[in-house]
């Protein structure tokens, strides 16, 4: 043993090597690049705007005020409408809630089929279904609007929910097959024996023990729905316009004085519910955008 | 033949995804009550007959009857079959109880029915205890019974086995073969067990099933098996250490035909040849038991002692506890004898062995057919 | 129910057949009609509504022609070739950082994901506000005493488009690092202990073994990456609009608006073709590296 050391000997050094505080340095200086934007939202929906004129975007409120936020909810302006992003907020739920359960419902049910009951040509349409997933949106807009034209429910929230269903099935699909089919393959053949039918064993076997997926699946919805711009604009019609839509046109509103303030907490508000579930789900999140990455 | 006593009746049936021949034009019939094994090594078809029987798998050619009524294209439920898998299957988010009654209440049985059906099934396993737990918390064994219990549930008249002891350790596998001879004993319902485990096979099986490449290389009793088996595959597939095996070629030696290994004449006077003795210069495979070979030198009688002795050195032991696998050679190819583990050997010493022909196997080298 | 006879090729595995509807009408109909109706109308001269009349390439001529759509182009090829260099580097060497055993591991994590679940839209709009060239960090940076400081992204044509890359990137990486960190994780912890015992340094084991046998996830990443790219329009709605004049345009913006807001269908229509056959091709190789031919095994 060394004479010099003065520290008990132990299997790890306590004290901070140049390389651990390297490393310690690099993490700190990447955090503060991911929670300045964070920090700048929130202190500025908390400021009043002739100290956003006087300050630097960075300081915190000297006096803070609620106000930005009370006006961005109820009152901020779209074009020619002050209500606020209130309407935009239910108009995401109307949207979310029904896109999230129905594209989840036929997906799960998909990818259950696709793993236990394979018939001709499955392996097909899933392998159409994956690669179609890569094909821009752009390229399937117009006739999509063609189609929902003919079908009547162009501009209406039967449209957009039928639009979350299509877009998200690839990888919900993908996500519930590859589930299914690491479950034990002998619960399936045992039900089979039981005389259970292709609904029975899906609701009464496999989906009881499937939460987790059902979890992450919700969670990726959520957050993909809610996040959604293009076929909101697109699909949803005017008056079904959700908070992203409704948030850049008050943002990017050409008309009237800039508020800042209650632009900044407008943008949080719209960012609140991904971020909630985000925080509350934590490695099912996590889960669910590996689950994207990861081929089947 | 006598078809009111065929339980499962497997008939000319084959399988194959594309190109690829899982089953090839398999026949099996399968006696009210009896026990029987189907063995083989892994990939050899036994698992995939199984499924077949049970329905869970469409097969290409051939038909399948259970209790003399085609089932071919039935439903699994509908072939009154249960089967018990390797990692049992039981519903994980269901209670012991709800596991039995599942099958019965998806075919809309009336609750006093089930209950008294599951009552009666959990008496003759003896889990009533256990009938509101969740499978999660039972031991392996309890899960075996679960496991047999919901095929007993539904009244079937064959039970399938994939498997079922694969997954545990040696202990438990020993003491639930045990119980399931017991339960067989008890219920004498026709049994279809799949394993690959040769003890498994001889402890339980009334007849075995040898199988190899999609095909039945012998059905037959398990001392049959043991001591004739057909072909080269099967002697060797079976006991443990391994059949020791000496290619040599057929010599006339005394009059009567004889083995040459490497220039040691082995003579086949005592031997029961299957059919007629093979012409000289025949290419041939001698078996040999480790447990068929005698030591401790020839009888004081020679006349009354039906073995040939050798005498050669010992190259290595193994001691195994009750045993001791004595290795040594024949013509220079090595030969392992079973001896008494109190006998003691040693390395380099000389070692006179004497090998029983009457029990011995003998096959064509080219084809491994046993002759 | 008779056990005797086959049944029928229509009726087995009826229900999963019915079940698979949806996939099968998504797919066909979807994926592959629209498609098809596409790329077909891309060679006609349709305007406002579509029509029959064939014109051979005089769409993609004259797109080609378009001042609008080569500066799409070009902001795309800029955006991708660094996101995708950015992303994958940073992203790397985070998740590689936090692999290192390190306390709050969790918490890191979680800050650097958290703009990931967060909308391109308020992405744009967050960056749009740090980046202004009146309140911004321009602006904060001079009131620090150093009065010539230039940093205004937004308002400069030739450096908007690395405006739009930071916010992208913000958003984006946290992704990447995700993946890399379960790849990182799914390296063989005696790949460590055998590198440490044989004395070589750690950032020489992550170039010479880590780094080629993550190559998986770094092509899936690729991928992942690259088809975010030529879907790039949120952000730029919301943090540019386009502009400043047409100096941050992108390919999908270029469709939607000569589709939906200026009815010019054909055009539309081609630019989405184009946009088609660049995904095409950074696919194919993807497809045969992963699916082609089959590893002797």
Redesign the interface.
């Given at each position: 043993m060394s004479v010099t050391s003065v520290e008990p000997s132990g299997a790890r050094p306590r004290r901070l090597s140049p390389s651990r505080f390297m490393i310690y340095a690099g993490l700190f200086v990447a955090a503060v690049y991911y929670l300045l934007p964070l920090y700048v939202m929130v202190v500025t929906s908390l400021k009043g705007m002739p100290e956003i004129r006087l300050g630097n975007i960075f300081s915190p409120p000297m006096e803070i005020t609620f106000q930005p936020w009370v006006t961005a909810w109820d009152s901020a302006c779209t074009g020619l409408y002050c209500e606020g992003l209130k309407v935009g907020f239910w108009n995401s739920m109307k949207i979310l809630i029904p896109s999230v359960i129905v594209s989840i419902a036929i997906a799960s049910v998909n990818g259950y089929a696709l793993s236990n009951w394979k018939f001709k040509g499955s392996e097909v349409f899933f392998t159409i279904l994956i690669i179609g997933s890569f094909i821009p949106y752009q390229v399937m807009l117009y006739p999509l609007v063609i189609i929902m034209r003919e079908l009547g429910i162009f501009g209406t929230l039967t449209a957009i929910i039928v639009v979350h269903t299509i877009f998200g099935m690839p990888i919900l699909t993908l996500l519930f097959r590859n589930y299914f089919a690491a479950l034990?393959v002998?619960?399936f053949?045992?039900?089979?024996?039981?005389?259970?039918?292709f609904w029975?064993i899906f609701l009464?076997?496999l989906a009881?023990?499937s939460l987790p997926i059902f979890v992450v699946a919700v969670i990726l919805q959520v957050t993909g729905i809610w996040n959604d711009f293009l076929f909101g604009v697109i699909f949803a019609g005017t008056e079904n316009y959700p908070m992203t839509v409704q948030l850049n046109n008050i943002v990017n509103a050409t008309q009237g004085v800039k508020e800042y303030n209650v632009n900044m907490a407008a943008t949080i508000l719209t960012g609140a519910v991904p971020l909630i579930i985000y925080f509350l789900s934590g490695r099912y999140f996590v889960r669910g955008i590996a689950a994207g990455a990861v081929k089947g | 033949m006598n078809k009111h006593n065929v339980s499962v009746s497997v008939q000319d049936l084959s399988l194959s995804f594309g190109t690829l021949t899982i089953l090839k034009q398999l026949n099996l019939d399968i006696q009210e009550g009896e026990f029987l094994v189907l063995l083989g090594p892994s990939g050899c078809g036994k698992s995939t007959l199984l499924?077949c029987i049970?329905?869970?798998l469409d097969i290409t050619e051939g038909?399948i009857f259970i209790k003399g009524?085609?089932?071919?294209?039935?439903?699994?439920?509908?072939?009154g079959?249960?089967?018990v898998?390797?990692?049992?299957?039981?519903?994980?988010?269901m209670t012991v109880e709800r596991n039995l009654s599942?099958?019965l209440r998806?075919?809309g049985m009336d609750k006093a029915e089930i209950d008294k059906r599951v009552a009666r099934a959990a008496d003759i396993l003896q889990i009533q205890p256990l009938l509101h737990r969740k499978p999660g918390q039972l031991s392996g064994g309890q899960r075996q019974r679960v496991a047999i219990g919901?095929a007993l549930v539904?009244n079937v008249d064959v039970f399938l086995f994939?498997e079922p002891l694969s997954n545990l350790d040696a202990q438990l596998r020993a003491e639930l073969r045990v119980e399931i001879k017991k339960l067989h004993h008890s219920l004498g319902n026709t049994m279809i067990y799949v394993t690959h485990d040769q003890i498994e096979a001889m402890t339980l099986a009334d007849r075995i099933a040898v199988m190899k490449g999609g095909v039945i290389q012998q059905l037959d009793a398990p001392h049959e098996i043991y001591n004739r088996p057909v072909n080269r595959f099967v002697a060797g597939f079976l006991g443990s250490p391994a059949m020791t095996f000496l290619d040599g070629t057929i010599t006339a030696a005394n009059g009567g035909p004889a083995v040459n290994i490497n220039g040691t004449v082995v003579p086949l006077g005592r031997y029961g040849f299957a059919g007629a003795a093979p012409e000289a210069g025949r290419p041939v495979t001698l078996g040999v038991r480790p447990e068929h070979i005698a030591v401790g030198g020839a009888s004081p009688e020679p006349e009354a002692d039906r073995r040939h002795w050798v005498t050669d050195k010992v190259t290595l032991l193994e001691p195994t506890g009750a045993d001791t696998i004595v290795w040594s050679e024949l013509g220079g190819l090595p030969i392992t004898v079973r001896v008494d583990a109190e006998k003691h050997f040693h390395v380099g010493e000389p070692f006179a062995y004497g090998l029983d022909l009457t029990r011995a196997s003998l096959f064509d080298k080219a084809s491994g057919d046993r002759l | 129910?008779?056990?005797?006879?086959?049944?029928s090729g229509l009726t087995r595995n009826l229900n999963a057949k019915i079940a698979a509807v949806p996939m099968i009408l998504t797919a066909l109909v979807v994926f592959v009609g629209c498609s098809i109706w596409s790329i077909g109308y891309s060679f006609t001269s349709s305007n406002s509504l579509p029509v029959n009349e064939f014109v051979g390439l005089a769409q993609y001529e004259r797109l080609f022609k378009t001042s609008r759509w080569i500066v799409s182009l070009k902001n795309i090829a800029i955006y991708g070739v660094f996101s995708i260099f950015f992303s994958l580097t940073m992203g790397f060497l985070l998740a590689a950082l936090l692999d290192q055993k390190v306390r709050f591991e969790n918490v890191f994590r979680t800050i650097f994901l958290y703009p990931f679940a967060l909308s391109f839209i308020v992405t744009g709009l967050v960056w749009q506000w740090i980046l202004n060239p009146t309140f911004g960090i321009e602006h904060v940076v001079r009131g620090l005493g150093f009065e010539t400081f230039s940093f205004a992204p937004l308002s400069d044509r030739n450096t908007v488009i690395y405006a739009l890359l930071i916010a992208g990137l913000w958003q984006g990486t946290g992704l990447v690092m995700a993946i890399m960190l379960a790849g990182l994780r799914g390296v063989d912890e005696e790949i460590w202990k055998a590198s440490r015992v044989e004395g070589i340094p750690a950032w020489r084991v992550y170039v010479s073994v880590i780094i080629p046998m993550m190559k998986p996830v770094f092509v899936t990443t690729l991928v992942l990456i690259g088809s975010g790219i030529v879907r790039l329009y949120d952000l730029v709605i919301a943090m540019t609009n386009g502009g400043p004049g047409a100096s941050s345009e992108v390919p999908a913006k270029y469709v939607y608006d000569f589709m939906f807001s200026r009815g010019n269908l054909g055009q539309g229509l081609a630019a989405s073709t184009i946009m088609l056959i660049v995904v095409i091709t950074i696919m194919i190789p993807w497809i045969y590296i992963e699916y082609g031919p089959k590893k002797r095994a």
């Open positions: 034990p002998e619960l053949k045992a039900a089979r024996v039981d005389g259970a039918g029975q009464q076997v009881p023990m | 499924n049970a329905g869970l038909r009524k085609n089932v071919t294209w039935a439903e699994p439920k509908d072939r079959i249960g089967m898998f390797q990692s049992y299957a039981l519903y994980p988010q599942f099958g998806v075919s919901r539904r994939d | 129910m008779s056990g005797d006879r086959r049944p």
